[in-house]
């Protein structure tokens, strides 16, 4: 029977629970335990697709066309364990579930109520697809507290209670704060949130704190003594050099080892190898290179985690550190000289994915600056839809080539996906209907040329199995155009009429795919794509 752990945070937001949750389970999977994470998330969307990066971050794509919080990133780059739909559940798609039943009569009557509906679809969600493991991870979003997260806590509490003692344990993340003009570390706002904690009938086991200072051993009995933990129950959490870090130092804290006396287990002591050598390979570069993102949504990072992550896995594979320039597209609108000035220190370039016509001229001109001056180009998603249009109007000669995303053209060389084959079959979608999961979604094969760069990329694989998250597509027939025009179409999908990666055979480095090569990226599995892309840019640093 499966353990759970259960993860909250108090004081602030921010603190870093997705991060905690994926270091923990690296060191419990490095210890010989089978482990999965999942992420209760109290707003009341269905689920992130439709919300602004700016809002909500990056969305993260699952191989079951999930569109998921971010922290399953962090699940899958620390764990290798590929995240499912049933791993991320909000309150849009809990109570979306029992409106639903309601409305078809399920309840027999019944007044449909928080307790015990909604919290027990709660419960059901937190149990399912267990019996194979013997760790899962449920991280609640949010700030204990907050009014949206009351009916994951109550699950929790009845879960405590429903499941045997000794298959539980809740770890709570608080902050301590360091008063810099009092010289001193406070514990007072871990004592009101775990205060907080209690009064909804939940006593936490494990207390992780966050901390910029280190935590004095008067300290952390203190917190114990009014929190009601053991001292070595209170695990101190410094701020740590690079996420990459984050296992080896809470492991050193004693998280692992306390987790495991608490559930009265003794295991072998965690094989960290692996997280030596990527921490070595992150923190001892032997150069460096610049690569520029030319992006949308750049003044938040958090719209592009995986990306960045992917990079620097990149970096990791080549033992060079990736220096990212975030790159504002729209500032590329303005002219050729700033092209230039922003471009030139450049050694690769990339245009990721992105939704809407705003900065879309500027992603198309950092194209054909990548084209024209040889610099290594990768562009991602709608990145390689830009790649499509600058060669359609600048080598294929279709001045008027643009996309219907961004209104009627006469050259739609990049129009919306009404009906593709899915794994079910023939899937169909309305350009008029819902905009929330109604994308091409998730994991599809793509069939490789055999003679082309990318294939070699891949170690000569012909089929390769990719995430999806996009709703327009290169229309194929400009494929004659554009390949006169010196841009390839390397791989297709299965049935031939999806194109999903492109190149160009007379550049140094120049690909386009469709799907989103930087989810499956890992730091002890870098993306193939990364690592070529920075091996290019590599070249690039050797040349300027």
Not at 322 to 347: C, N, S, T, Y
Request: glycine share 10%.
């Amino acid at each position: 029977m499966a353990r759970y752990i259960f993860i909250t945070g108090g004081v602030v937001s921010s603190l870093g629970k997705g991060l905690m949750a994926a270091s923990l389970a690296a060191l419990l999977q490095a210890r010989g335990y089978k482990v999965r994470i999942r992420k209760f998330d109290p707003y009341l969307n269905v689920d992130p697709g439709t919300m602004s990066p700016y809002q909500h971050g990056e969305v993260y794509v699952t191989d079951d066309g999930a569109e998921t919080d971010l922290d399953l990133g962090h699940y899958e780059r620390f764990t290798g364990v590929s995240a499912r739909q049933s791993d991320n559940v909000t309150s849009g798609r809990i109570y979306q579930q029992i409106i639903a039943r309601e409305r078809r009569g399920d309840y027999l009557g019944a007044t449909v109520q928080v307790i015990p509906h909604v919290t027990d679809a709660i419960k059901q969600f937190a149990l399912a697809e267990a019996s194979d493991l013997d760790f899962v991870l449920c991280e609640i979003g949010g700030t204990v507290g907050d009014i949206e997260s009351l009916p994951f806590i109550e699950a929790i509490r009845q879960l405590r209670n429903d499941l045997p003692r000794d298959q539980t344990a809740l770890i709570h993340v608080t902050l301590v704060p360091y008063i810099s003009a009092a010289g001193e570390l406070k514990t007072k706002p871990t004592q009101h949130s775990v205060r907080e904690l209690t009064s909804l009938g939940v006593q936490p086991d494990l207390l992780l704190c966050r901390c910029e200072q280190p935590l004095p051993d008067n300290e952390r009995a203190k917190i114990a003594l009014f929190c009601n933990v053991r001292k070595e129950a209170v695990i101190p959490a410094l701020d740590a050099s690079s996420i990459y870090a984050v296992p080896s130092q809470y492991h050193a804290e004693g998280l692992d080892h306390e987790v495991l006396r608490h559930f009265g287990l003794v295991a072998p002591l965690p094989e960290m190898a692996r997280w030596d050598d990527i921490l070595d390979r992150y923190e001892n570069p032997e150069g460096e290179v610049t690569i520029g993102v030319v992006g949308k949504y750049v003044g938040l990072q958090d719209a592009y985690k995986s990306l960045n992550e992917a990079l620097v896995h990149g970096g990791m594979a080549n033992r060079v550190k990736v220096k990212i320039r975030w790159l504002d597209a729209e500032l590329f609108e303005q002219g050729d000289a700033e092209i230039a000035a922003q471009l030139e220190p450049m050694h690769g370039i990339l245009v990721p994915g992105g939704f809407g016509e705003r900065g879309s001229e500027g992603k198309i001109a950092s194209v054909r600056f990548a084209r024209e001056r040889n610099v290594p180009f990768f562009g991602i998603c709608l990145g390689m839809q830009m790649a499509c249009i600058e060669g359609a109007r600048n080598t294929a000669g279709i001045a008027a080539a643009s996309s219907t995303e961004f209104g009627p053209t006469a050259e739609p060389v990049v129009g919306i996906i009404t009906e593709w084959m899915g794994k079910e079959g023939l899937e169909q979608r309305s350009d008029q209907g819902d905009k929330g999961g109604t994308m091409r979604l998730g994991a599809f094969e793509a069939r490789l040329s055999g003679n082309s760069h990318v294939s070699a990329i891949y170690g000569g694989a012909t089929a390769i199995s990719e995430r999806h998250r996009h709703r327009y597509e290169v229309n194929v027939s400009y494929r004659d155009a554009l390949e006169q025009g010196g841009l390839v179409f390397s791989g297709m999908s299965p049935d031939g009429l999806l194109p999903e990666i492109v190149e160009r055979p007379d550049h140094p480095w120049f690909v386009g795919v469709q799907f989103h090569p930087e989810l499956k990226s890992k730091p002890f599995d870098p993306h193939p794509l990364f690592a070529g892309f920075i091996a290019a840019a590599v070249q690039q640093a050797r040349l300027v």
